[in-house]
Protein backbone atom coordinates (compact mmCIF):
# COMPACT_ATOMS: atom_id res chain seq x y z
CA UNK A 1 0.00 0.00 0.00
CA UNK A 2 1.10 3.49 -1.03
CA UNK A 3 0.88 6.63 1.39
CA UNK A 4 -2.76 7.76 1.48
CA UNK A 5 -3.58 10.73 0.35
CA UNK A 6 -5.16 13.80 1.83
CA UNK A 7 -9.18 13.16 2.69
CA UNK A 8 -8.98 9.28 1.91
CA UNK A 9 -12.25 7.98 0.45
CA UNK A 10 -13.58 4.50 2.31
CA UNK A 11 -16.92 3.49 2.85
CA UNK A 12 -18.61 2.15 6.46
CA UNK A 13 -18.15 -1.36 5.20
CA UNK A 14 -21.82 -2.70 3.58
CA UNK A 15 -22.17 -3.07 -0.27
CA UNK A 16 -26.25 -4.50 -0.83
CA UNK A 17 -25.66 -7.68 -2.03
CA UNK A 18 -27.03 -9.07 -5.24
CA UNK A 19 -30.01 -11.09 -5.31
CA UNK A 20 -28.54 -14.28 -6.08
CA UNK A 21 -26.65 -14.06 -3.30
CA UNK A 22 -29.58 -13.30 -1.13
CA UNK A 23 -30.98 -16.78 -2.44
CA UNK A 24 -27.57 -18.69 -1.90
CA UNK A 25 -27.67 -17.14 1.86
CA UNK A 26 -31.00 -18.26 2.31
CA UNK A 27 -30.04 -21.91 0.52
CA UNK A 28 -27.14 -22.38 3.25
CA UNK A 29 -29.15 -21.42 5.77
CA UNK A 30 -31.01 -23.85 5.15
CA UNK A 31 -28.89 -26.57 4.59
CA UNK A 32 -29.13 -27.00 1.06
CA UNK A 33 -26.58 -25.21 -0.06
CA UNK A 34 -22.74 -25.96 0.69
CA UNK A 35 -20.29 -23.60 1.95
CA UNK A 36 -17.96 -24.09 -1.40
CA UNK A 37 -21.29 -23.10 -3.86
CA UNK A 38 -21.76 -20.28 -1.69
CA UNK A 39 -18.30 -18.97 -1.28
CA UNK A 40 -18.15 -19.06 -4.99
CA UNK A 41 -21.00 -17.05 -5.51
CA UNK A 42 -20.06 -14.74 -2.09
CA UNK A 43 -16.28 -14.40 -3.85
CA UNK A 44 -17.77 -12.94 -7.33
CA UNK A 45 -20.15 -10.57 -5.03
CA UNK A 46 -17.20 -9.30 -3.56
CA UNK A 47 -14.89 -8.52 -6.68
CA UNK A 48 -17.97 -6.59 -8.04
CA UNK A 49 -18.01 -4.35 -5.01
CA UNK A 50 -14.72 -3.96 -5.25
CA UNK A 51 -14.24 -3.19 -8.43
CA UNK A 52 -17.32 -0.67 -8.13
CA UNK A 53 -15.49 0.89 -5.12
CA UNK A 54 -12.13 1.11 -7.20
CA UNK A 55 -14.17 2.55 -10.27
CA UNK A 56 -15.26 5.25 -8.04
CA UNK A 57 -11.85 6.63 -6.80
CA UNK A 58 -12.62 4.97 -3.02
CA UNK A 59 -8.92 5.01 -1.77
CA UNK A 60 -9.91 2.44 1.41
CA UNK A 61 -11.42 -0.21 0.20
CA UNK A 62 -13.68 -2.94 1.90
CA UNK A 63 -15.46 -6.59 1.08
CA UNK A 64 -18.77 -4.66 1.03
CA UNK A 65 -19.33 -7.64 3.97
CA UNK A 66 -20.69 -9.59 0.98
CA UNK A 67 -19.94 -13.09 3.06
CA UNK A 68 -22.21 -11.67 6.35
CA UNK A 69 -25.62 -11.60 6.68
CA UNK A 70 -25.34 -8.51 8.50
CA UNK A 71 -22.38 -6.43 10.48
CA UNK A 72 -22.53 -8.80 13.60
CA UNK A 73 -24.80 -11.96 13.65
CA UNK A 74 -21.77 -14.00 10.86
CA UNK A 75 -19.83 -14.12 14.05
CA UNK A 76 -21.97 -17.01 15.00
CA UNK A 77 -20.63 -19.05 12.31
CA UNK A 78 -17.24 -18.55 13.65
CA UNK A 79 -17.66 -18.82 17.75
CA UNK A 80 -17.88 -21.89 19.87
CA UNK A 81 -21.01 -20.92 21.94
CA UNK A 82 -23.19 -18.55 19.92
CA UNK A 83 -26.10 -20.07 18.00
CA UNK A 84 -27.96 -17.74 14.88
CA UNK A 85 -31.41 -17.26 16.02
CA UNK A 86 -34.00 -15.82 14.26
CA UNK A 87 -36.05 -13.46 15.30
CA UNK A 88 -39.23 -15.60 15.45
CA UNK A 89 -37.40 -17.59 17.40
CA UNK A 90 -36.54 -14.81 20.29
CA UNK A 91 -39.88 -13.64 20.22
CA UNK A 92 -40.58 -16.79 22.50
CA UNK A 93 -37.55 -15.71 24.90
CA UNK A 94 -37.17 -11.26 24.70
CA UNK A 95 -38.31 -10.01 27.62
CA UNK A 96 -39.95 -6.65 26.16
CA UNK A 97 -42.38 -8.39 23.44
CA UNK A 98 -44.78 -5.43 22.80
CA UNK A 99 -41.22 -3.40 21.83
CA UNK A 100 -39.84 -6.35 20.23
CA UNK A 101 -42.83 -6.69 17.89
CA UNK A 102 -42.70 -2.50 17.66
CA UNK A 103 -39.43 -2.79 15.97
CA UNK A 104 -40.42 -5.43 13.63
CA UNK A 105 -43.04 -3.29 12.48
CA UNK A 106 -40.58 -0.80 11.54
CA UNK A 107 -38.17 -3.05 9.89
CA UNK A 108 -41.39 -4.42 7.65
CA UNK A 109 -40.06 -7.38 7.47
CA UNK A 110 -40.91 -11.42 8.63
CA UNK A 111 -39.59 -12.15 12.31
CA UNK A 112 -37.77 -15.42 10.27
CA UNK A 113 -35.76 -13.04 8.09
CA UNK A 114 -33.90 -11.44 10.10
CA UNK A 115 -31.34 -13.63 12.10
CA UNK A 116 -29.27 -12.57 15.09
CA UNK A 117 -26.06 -14.62 17.13
CA UNK A 118 -27.22 -15.46 20.71
CA UNK A 119 -24.65 -16.96 23.13
CA UNK A 120 -25.90 -20.24 24.77
CA UNK A 121 -22.43 -21.67 25.65
CA UNK A 122 -19.12 -20.54 26.61
CA UNK A 123 -17.45 -18.30 23.24
CA UNK A 124 -14.56 -19.06 21.90
CA UNK A 125 -13.11 -17.92 18.72
CA UNK A 126 -13.34 -21.48 16.58
CA UNK A 127 -12.67 -20.05 13.56
CA UNK A 128 -11.12 -16.52 12.42
CA UNK A 129 -14.37 -13.85 12.20
CA UNK A 130 -12.57 -11.43 9.26
CA UNK A 131 -9.31 -12.66 8.64
CA UNK A 132 -9.75 -15.33 5.29
CA UNK A 133 -11.68 -11.98 4.20
CA UNK A 134 -8.77 -9.83 4.47
CA UNK A 135 -6.76 -12.58 2.73
CA UNK A 136 -8.89 -12.75 -0.28
CA UNK A 137 -9.14 -8.99 -0.76
CA UNK A 138 -5.30 -8.35 -0.75
CA UNK A 139 -5.13 -10.98 -3.21
CA UNK A 140 -7.64 -9.12 -5.67
CA UNK A 141 -6.68 -5.47 -4.91
CA UNK A 142 -3.71 -3.13 -4.13
CA UNK A 143 -5.85 -0.44 -2.30
CA UNK A 144 -5.37 -0.43 1.67
CA UNK A 145 -8.13 -2.13 2.79
CA UNK A 146 -10.70 -1.58 5.84
CA UNK A 147 -12.05 -4.69 7.70
CA UNK A 148 -14.94 -3.37 9.92
CA UNK A 149 -16.01 -6.29 12.66
CA UNK A 150 -19.19 -5.61 15.28
CA UNK A 151 -17.75 -3.57 18.74
CA UNK A 152 -17.57 -5.45 22.42
CA UNK A 153 -20.58 -3.88 23.45
CA UNK A 154 -22.69 -4.65 20.51
CA UNK A 155 -21.41 -8.31 20.81
CA UNK A 156 -21.89 -8.48 24.47
CA UNK A 157 -25.41 -6.52 25.10
CA UNK A 158 -26.97 -8.27 21.80
CA UNK A 159 -25.97 -11.56 22.20
CA UNK A 160 -26.73 -11.88 26.27
CA UNK A 161 -30.42 -13.49 26.83
CA UNK A 162 -31.04 -14.44 29.59
CA UNK A 163 -33.07 -17.93 29.46
CA UNK A 164 -29.96 -18.94 27.22
CA UNK A 165 -26.89 -17.60 28.31
CA UNK A 166 -27.14 -16.94 31.84
CA UNK A 167 -25.61 -20.79 32.31
CA UNK A 168 -22.55 -19.92 30.66
CA UNK A 169 -22.57 -16.49 32.37
CA UNK A 170 -24.22 -15.47 35.03
CA UNK A 171 -24.16 -11.83 34.07
CA UNK A 172 -23.82 -10.28 30.58
CA UNK A 173 -20.32 -8.37 32.22
CA UNK A 174 -19.35 -12.03 32.41
CA UNK A 175 -20.13 -12.42 28.78
CA UNK A 176 -18.39 -9.11 28.16
CA UNK A 177 -14.68 -10.65 29.26
CA UNK A 178 -14.92 -13.43 26.23
CA UNK A 179 -15.89 -11.18 23.83
CA UNK A 180 -13.14 -8.63 24.81
CA UNK A 181 -10.95 -12.12 24.43
CA UNK A 182 -12.38 -13.41 21.22
CA UNK A 183 -11.87 -9.59 19.22
CA UNK A 184 -8.65 -9.01 20.85
CA UNK A 185 -7.44 -12.22 19.13
CA UNK A 186 -8.87 -11.08 15.93
CA UNK A 187 -7.93 -7.07 16.02
CA UNK A 188 -4.14 -9.25 16.86
CA UNK A 189 -4.49 -11.49 13.77
CA UNK A 190 -5.39 -8.57 11.19
CA UNK A 191 -3.26 -6.15 12.46
CA UNK A 192 -0.06 -8.84 11.96
CA UNK A 193 -1.86 -9.94 8.40
CA UNK A 194 -1.43 -6.33 7.38
CA UNK A 195 -4.56 -4.93 7.49
CA UNK A 196 -4.81 -1.14 7.13
CA UNK A 197 -7.90 -0.02 8.75
CA UNK A 198 -10.30 -1.90 11.33
CA UNK A 199 -13.06 -0.26 12.53
CA UNK A 200 -15.54 -1.47 14.81
CA UNK A 201 -18.93 -0.78 14.92
CA UNK A 202 -20.99 0.23 18.20
CA UNK A 203 -23.96 1.29 16.89
CA UNK A 204 -25.93 0.95 19.75
CA UNK A 205 -24.48 3.27 21.79
CA UNK A 206 -26.59 6.06 20.43
CA UNK A 207 -29.78 4.32 21.77
CA UNK A 208 -28.16 4.26 25.63
CA UNK A 209 -28.38 8.26 25.32
CA UNK A 210 -31.33 8.88 23.05
CA UNK A 211 -34.35 6.71 23.16
CA UNK A 212 -35.51 7.67 26.74
CA UNK A 213 -35.29 3.78 27.84
CA UNK A 214 -37.56 2.58 25.18
CA UNK A 215 -35.80 -0.33 23.67
CA UNK A 216 -35.37 0.89 19.29
CA UNK A 217 -33.67 -1.81 17.95
CA UNK A 218 -33.57 -5.73 18.14
CA UNK A 219 -29.77 -5.94 19.18
CA UNK A 220 -30.95 -4.47 22.22
CA UNK A 221 -34.25 -5.91 23.16
CA UNK A 222 -33.31 -9.30 24.27
CA UNK A 223 -31.82 -8.10 27.29
CA UNK A 224 -34.52 -4.55 28.76
CA UNK A 225 -31.90 -1.93 29.95
CA UNK A 226 -32.70 -1.76 33.64
CA UNK A 227 -29.47 0.38 33.74
CA UNK A 228 -28.17 3.95 34.05
CA UNK A 229 -27.17 4.62 30.35
CA UNK A 230 -24.28 6.52 31.92
CA UNK A 231 -22.72 2.63 33.59
CA UNK A 232 -23.81 1.17 30.54
CA UNK A 233 -21.20 3.59 28.83
CA UNK A 234 -18.28 3.52 31.36
CA UNK A 235 -18.77 -0.62 30.78
CA UNK A 236 -18.62 0.12 26.64
CA UNK A 237 -15.81 1.96 27.08
CA UNK A 238 -14.11 -0.30 29.48
CA UNK A 239 -15.10 -3.31 26.73
CA UNK A 240 -13.60 -1.43 23.88
CA UNK A 241 -10.04 -0.12 25.44
CA UNK A 242 -9.24 -3.44 26.45
CA UNK A 243 -9.96 -5.01 22.57
CA UNK A 244 -7.58 -2.55 21.13
CA UNK A 245 -5.32 -2.37 24.06
CA UNK A 246 -1.57 -2.70 23.02
CA UNK A 247 -2.20 -2.94 19.11
CA UNK A 248 -0.15 -1.07 17.04
CA UNK A 249 0.46 -0.53 13.19
CA UNK A 250 -2.57 -0.89 12.13
CA UNK A 251 -5.63 2.43 12.05
CA UNK A 252 -8.06 1.74 14.43
CA UNK A 253 -11.72 3.56 13.80
CA UNK A 254 -14.57 3.45 15.97
CA UNK A 255 -17.79 3.93 14.17
CA UNK A 256 -21.03 5.24 15.88
CA UNK A 257 -24.43 5.71 13.85
CA UNK A 258 -28.27 6.64 14.55
CA UNK A 259 -29.65 3.24 12.90
CA UNK A 260 -29.87 1.79 9.25
CA UNK A 261 -32.22 -0.38 9.18
CA UNK A 262 -35.22 1.83 7.27
CA UNK A 263 -35.30 4.22 4.85
CA UNK A 264 -37.82 6.43 6.94
CA UNK A 265 -35.97 8.81 8.62
CA UNK A 266 -38.66 9.59 11.22
CA UNK A 267 -37.79 5.98 12.54
CA UNK A 268 -34.14 6.08 13.52
CA UNK A 269 -32.64 7.51 16.60
CA UNK A 270 -31.66 11.24 16.55
CA UNK A 271 -29.73 13.77 18.75
CA UNK A 272 -25.77 15.36 18.66
CA UNK A 273 -23.02 13.14 19.78
CA UNK A 274 -22.38 15.44 22.76
CA UNK A 275 -23.94 13.33 25.26
CA UNK A 276 -21.90 10.24 23.86
CA UNK A 277 -18.58 12.99 23.58
CA UNK A 278 -16.80 12.34 27.00
CA UNK A 279 -16.74 8.14 26.50
CA UNK A 280 -15.90 8.96 22.36
CA UNK A 281 -12.67 10.81 24.06
CA UNK A 282 -11.85 8.34 25.73
CA UNK A 283 -11.68 4.88 23.41
CA UNK A 284 -8.42 4.11 22.29
CA UNK A 285 -9.01 4.76 18.44
CA UNK A 286 -7.58 6.90 16.32
CA UNK A 287 -10.40 7.52 14.13
CA UNK A 288 -14.36 8.49 14.99
CA UNK A 289 -16.18 7.25 11.61
CA UNK A 290 -19.75 9.33 12.17
CA UNK A 291 -22.71 10.46 10.79
CA UNK A 292 -23.13 14.05 9.72
CA UNK A 293 -24.98 13.83 6.29
CA UNK A 294 -28.58 13.40 8.22
CA UNK A 295 -29.72 16.30 9.96
CA UNK A 296 -30.77 14.06 13.08
CA UNK A 297 -26.56 13.86 13.88
CA UNK A 298 -27.04 17.30 15.00
CA UNK A 299 -23.96 19.80 14.81
CA UNK A 300 -20.13 18.33 14.60
CA UNK A 301 -18.49 17.56 17.59
CA UNK A 302 -14.96 18.14 18.42
CA UNK A 303 -12.88 15.56 19.26
CA UNK A 304 -9.17 17.24 18.87
CA UNK A 305 -7.11 14.47 19.01
CA UNK A 306 -8.83 11.67 16.80
CA UNK A 307 -9.06 11.25 13.22
CA UNK A 308 -13.01 12.03 11.89
CA UNK A 309 -14.51 10.21 9.04
CA UNK A 310 -17.18 12.49 8.07
CA UNK A 311 -20.27 11.27 7.15
CA UNK A 312 -20.86 13.38 3.85
CA UNK A 313 -23.80 11.51 2.20
CA UNK A 314 -26.84 9.82 3.42
CA UNK A 315 -26.54 5.79 2.33
CA UNK A 316 -30.63 5.69 2.69
CA UNK A 317 -31.35 8.70 0.11
CA UNK A 318 -31.93 7.81 -3.39
CA UNK A 319 -30.85 11.32 -3.83
CA UNK A 320 -27.71 11.43 -5.13
CA UNK A 321 -25.61 14.30 -2.91
CA UNK A 322 -23.84 16.69 -5.57
CA UNK A 323 -20.12 17.63 -5.47
CA UNK A 324 -21.23 21.46 -4.08
CA UNK A 325 -23.46 19.58 -0.93
CA UNK A 326 -20.35 17.52 -0.24
CA UNK A 327 -17.94 20.47 -0.54
CA UNK A 328 -19.72 22.57 1.74
CA UNK A 329 -20.41 19.98 4.21
CA UNK A 330 -16.37 18.97 4.01
CA UNK A 331 -15.35 22.78 4.14
CA UNK A 332 -17.92 23.15 7.24
CA UNK A 333 -15.83 20.53 8.70
CA UNK A 334 -12.64 22.33 8.01
CA UNK A 335 -13.57 24.88 10.41
CA UNK A 336 -13.34 22.56 13.37
CA UNK A 337 -10.98 19.46 12.09
CA UNK A 338 -7.21 20.09 10.14
CA UNK A 339 -7.20 18.54 7.11
CA UNK A 340 -4.78 16.00 7.88
CA UNK A 341 -7.46 14.50 10.05
CA UNK A 342 -10.17 13.99 7.90
CA UNK A 343 -11.61 11.19 5.75
CA UNK A 344 -14.66 10.63 3.66
CA UNK A 345 -17.07 8.13 3.40
CA UNK A 346 -20.90 8.24 3.50
CA UNK A 347 -22.89 8.18 6.82
CA UNK A 348 -23.41 3.86 7.25
CA UNK A 349 -23.09 1.15 5.18
CA UNK A 350 -25.10 0.48 2.02
CA UNK A 351 -26.28 -2.85 2.96
CA UNK A 352 -26.54 -3.04 6.76
CA UNK A 353 -29.01 -5.73 7.04
CA UNK A 354 -28.29 -8.41 3.49
CA UNK A 355 -32.36 -8.28 2.99
CA UNK A 356 -32.75 -5.26 4.18
CA UNK A 357 -30.50 -2.89 2.19
CA UNK A 358 -30.96 1.23 2.46
CA UNK A 359 -29.39 1.35 -1.23
CA UNK A 360 -28.45 -0.09 -4.65
CA UNK A 361 -25.11 -0.81 -5.66
CA UNK A 362 -25.97 1.88 -8.91
CA UNK A 363 -26.99 4.57 -6.51
CA UNK A 364 -23.95 3.77 -3.69
CA UNK A 365 -21.33 4.06 -6.60
CA UNK A 366 -22.50 7.15 -7.67
CA UNK A 367 -22.50 8.48 -4.52
CA UNK A 368 -19.02 7.45 -3.45
CA UNK A 369 -18.11 8.35 -7.15
CA UNK A 370 -19.18 12.29 -5.92
CA UNK A 371 -17.50 11.96 -2.44
CA UNK A 372 -14.10 11.58 -4.22
CA UNK A 373 -14.17 13.93 -6.86
CA UNK A 374 -14.68 16.46 -3.81
CA UNK A 375 -11.64 14.98 -2.60
CA UNK A 376 -9.64 15.25 -5.60
CA UNK A 377 -10.78 18.65 -6.10
CA UNK A 378 -9.74 19.69 -2.15
CA UNK A 379 -6.51 17.86 -2.74
CA UNK A 380 -5.65 20.12 -6.04
CA UNK A 381 -6.66 23.19 -3.96
CA UNK A 382 -3.89 22.45 -1.24
CA UNK B 1 -70.01 -32.53 3.07
CA UNK B 2 -72.18 -29.63 1.47
CA UNK B 3 -73.57 -29.35 5.39
CA UNK B 4 -71.23 -28.06 7.97
CA UNK B 5 -71.76 -27.00 11.37
CA UNK B 6 -69.22 -26.02 13.77
CA UNK B 7 -70.62 -26.52 17.11
CA UNK B 8 -68.67 -25.15 20.07
CA UNK B 9 -69.56 -23.58 23.53
CA UNK B 10 -68.24 -21.19 25.43
CA UNK B 11 -68.88 -20.94 29.56
CA UNK B 12 -67.87 -17.96 31.73
CA UNK B 13 -67.85 -18.65 35.53
CA UNK B 14 -67.62 -16.34 38.37
CA UNK B 15 -64.94 -14.04 35.95
CA UNK B 16 -63.14 -13.68 32.76
CA UNK B 17 -61.59 -15.60 31.08
CA UNK B 18 -63.91 -18.04 29.17
CA UNK B 19 -63.38 -21.22 28.31
CA UNK B 20 -64.02 -22.91 24.64
CA UNK B 21 -64.70 -26.37 24.20
CA UNK B 22 -64.66 -27.33 20.83
CA UNK B 23 -64.26 -31.08 19.33
CA UNK B 24 -61.97 -32.68 21.79
CA UNK B 25 -59.69 -29.02 22.64
CA UNK B 26 -60.57 -26.21 24.93
CA UNK B 27 -59.19 -22.53 25.29
CA UNK B 28 -59.35 -19.54 26.95
CA UNK B 29 -60.46 -16.51 25.79
CA UNK B 30 -60.14 -13.18 27.55
CA UNK B 31 -63.03 -9.82 27.57
CA UNK B 32 -63.99 -8.81 23.97
CA UNK B 33 -61.43 -6.00 24.06
CA UNK B 34 -58.81 -4.73 26.45
CA UNK B 35 -56.46 -1.58 26.53
CA UNK B 36 -54.37 -2.80 28.81
CA UNK B 37 -51.11 -4.51 27.51
CA UNK B 38 -49.87 -6.28 30.23
CA UNK B 39 -53.56 -7.70 30.12
CA UNK B 40 -53.08 -11.20 30.93
CA UNK B 41 -55.56 -13.06 28.51
CA UNK B 42 -55.99 -13.27 24.75
CA UNK B 43 -59.07 -11.24 23.90
CA UNK B 44 -62.19 -12.39 21.97
CA UNK B 45 -61.25 -9.70 18.99
CA UNK B 46 -57.57 -10.33 19.17
CA UNK B 47 -58.62 -14.35 18.98
CA UNK B 48 -60.72 -13.20 15.58
CA UNK B 49 -57.50 -11.45 14.35
CA UNK B 50 -54.92 -14.12 15.05
CA UNK B 51 -57.85 -16.34 13.11
CA UNK B 52 -57.63 -14.63 9.66
CA UNK B 53 -54.02 -13.73 9.74
CA UNK B 54 -53.65 -17.60 10.76
CA UNK B 55 -56.09 -18.60 7.68
CA UNK B 56 -54.51 -16.90 5.58
CA UNK B 57 -50.85 -17.68 6.14
CA UNK B 58 -52.08 -21.39 6.71
CA UNK B 59 -54.24 -21.31 3.36
CA UNK B 60 -51.43 -19.88 1.47
CA UNK B 61 -49.15 -23.11 2.83
CA UNK B 62 -52.18 -25.56 1.88
CA UNK B 63 -52.08 -23.66 -1.33
CA UNK B 64 -48.34 -24.26 -2.04
CA UNK B 65 -48.60 -28.05 -1.07
CA UNK B 66 -51.63 -28.77 -3.48
CA UNK B 67 -49.54 -27.29 -6.02
CA UNK B 68 -46.43 -28.54 -5.17
CA UNK B 69 -44.98 -24.96 -5.00
CA UNK B 70 -41.68 -24.98 -2.88
CA UNK B 71 -41.64 -22.45 0.29
CA UNK B 72 -39.86 -22.38 3.05
CA UNK B 73 -41.46 -19.67 4.82
CA UNK B 74 -44.47 -17.65 5.44
CA UNK B 75 -45.53 -14.87 8.18
CA UNK B 76 -48.58 -12.67 8.20
CA UNK B 77 -48.35 -9.29 10.18
CA UNK B 78 -52.05 -7.84 11.07
CA UNK B 79 -53.10 -4.46 11.98
CA UNK B 80 -56.92 -4.15 12.63
CA UNK B 81 -58.21 -0.70 13.71
CA UNK B 82 -61.42 -0.10 15.45
CA UNK B 83 -64.01 2.78 14.08
CA UNK B 84 -64.27 3.61 17.84
CA UNK B 85 -62.98 1.84 20.96
CA UNK B 86 -64.76 4.55 23.05
CA UNK B 87 -68.05 2.97 22.34
CA UNK B 88 -67.05 -0.12 23.48
CA UNK B 89 -66.19 1.73 26.88
CA UNK B 90 -69.59 3.38 26.38
CA UNK B 91 -68.89 6.54 26.72
CA UNK B 92 -71.44 9.13 26.60
CA UNK B 93 -71.31 11.40 23.45
CA UNK B 94 -69.23 9.46 21.00
CA UNK B 95 -70.43 8.54 17.55
CA UNK B 96 -69.72 5.41 15.55
CA UNK B 97 -69.38 1.57 16.95
CA UNK B 98 -66.75 -0.48 18.53
CA UNK B 99 -66.20 -3.01 15.44
CA UNK B 100 -63.59 -3.10 13.65
CA UNK B 101 -63.33 -0.55 10.69
CA UNK B 102 -60.58 -1.73 8.58
CA UNK B 103 -57.64 -4.34 8.72
CA UNK B 104 -54.88 -4.42 7.11
CA UNK B 105 -52.77 -7.91 6.27
CA UNK B 106 -49.23 -8.47 4.83
CA UNK B 107 -48.27 -11.83 4.05
CA UNK B 108 -44.48 -11.99 3.69
CA UNK B 109 -43.29 -15.46 1.48
CA UNK B 110 -39.88 -16.82 1.22
CA UNK B 111 -40.09 -19.07 -1.82
CA UNK B 112 -37.89 -20.06 -5.01
CA UNK B 113 -40.50 -20.28 -6.92
CA UNK B 114 -41.99 -17.69 -9.86
CA UNK B 115 -43.35 -14.70 -8.65
CA UNK B 116 -46.31 -15.56 -10.97
CA UNK B 117 -46.51 -19.00 -9.20
CA UNK B 118 -46.57 -17.26 -6.13
CA UNK B 119 -49.13 -14.34 -7.30
CA UNK B 120 -51.39 -17.67 -8.48
CA UNK B 121 -51.88 -19.82 -4.36
CA UNK B 122 -52.08 -15.82 -3.18
CA UNK B 123 -55.56 -15.41 -5.46
CA UNK B 124 -56.36 -18.93 -4.87
CA UNK B 125 -55.39 -18.87 -0.94
CA UNK B 126 -57.75 -15.79 -0.43
CA UNK B 127 -60.46 -16.95 -2.75
CA UNK B 128 -60.84 -20.31 -0.86
CA UNK B 129 -60.64 -19.02 2.68
CA UNK B 130 -63.41 -19.11 4.41
CA UNK B 131 -62.44 -15.98 6.83
CA UNK B 132 -61.26 -13.65 4.17
CA UNK B 133 -64.75 -14.26 2.59
CA UNK B 134 -66.36 -13.26 5.75
CA UNK B 135 -64.92 -10.93 6.80
CA UNK B 136 -64.79 -8.86 3.33
CA UNK B 137 -68.56 -8.22 4.21
CA UNK B 138 -68.15 -6.96 7.01
CA UNK B 139 -64.27 -4.84 7.15
CA UNK B 140 -62.22 -2.91 4.87
CA UNK B 141 -59.84 -5.23 3.93
CA UNK B 142 -56.36 -4.79 2.69
CA UNK B 143 -54.46 -8.13 1.84
CA UNK B 144 -51.23 -7.99 0.33
CA UNK B 145 -47.99 -10.28 0.05
CA UNK B 146 -44.30 -8.93 -0.19
CA UNK B 147 -41.77 -11.99 -1.41
CA UNK B 148 -38.54 -11.61 0.58
CA UNK B 149 -35.55 -13.11 -0.59
ZN1 LIG C 1 -23.91 2.86 10.95
Redesign the pocket.
Do not use: F, L, Q, Y
Given at each position: MSALPLFPVTT?GSWPRPPALLRAQRLKRLGRMSAEEFNRLADEAVLEALRLQEEAGVDVVTDGEQRRDNFYSFVSEKLDGVRLMTLAEMLDVVEDKAGFERILRTLDAPAYSISTATCVGKVRRRKPLALDDLRFLKRHSTKAIKVTLPGPYLLTRSMYLPPLSSEAYPTKEDLGEDVVQVLWEEVQALAQEGVDFIQL?E?VLTELVFSQGQTRTFMCAALAARKDPAEELEFALALLNRVVKGISGVRIGL???R??WSQKEETLLSGSYHPLSPYLKQMQVQQLVL?YATQRAGDLVSFPDKELGLGVVNPRLERVETIDDIRRAVERALETYPADKLWLNP???FG?FSNRPVSQPEIAARKLANISAVARLLREQG | MNEYTCDLRAAVQDSEPATVYIRKHRFSVGAPLHFDQEYPYITALEHALGALAADIAGGLQAAARRHRVPVDHIEAVLTGRLNNPLTYLGVVGEEGHPGLERVAVTVYVSSPAAQEEVQRLWIETLQRSPLVSTFRKAVHLELSYQIVL
Open positions: VDPHVCGNEDCGT | -
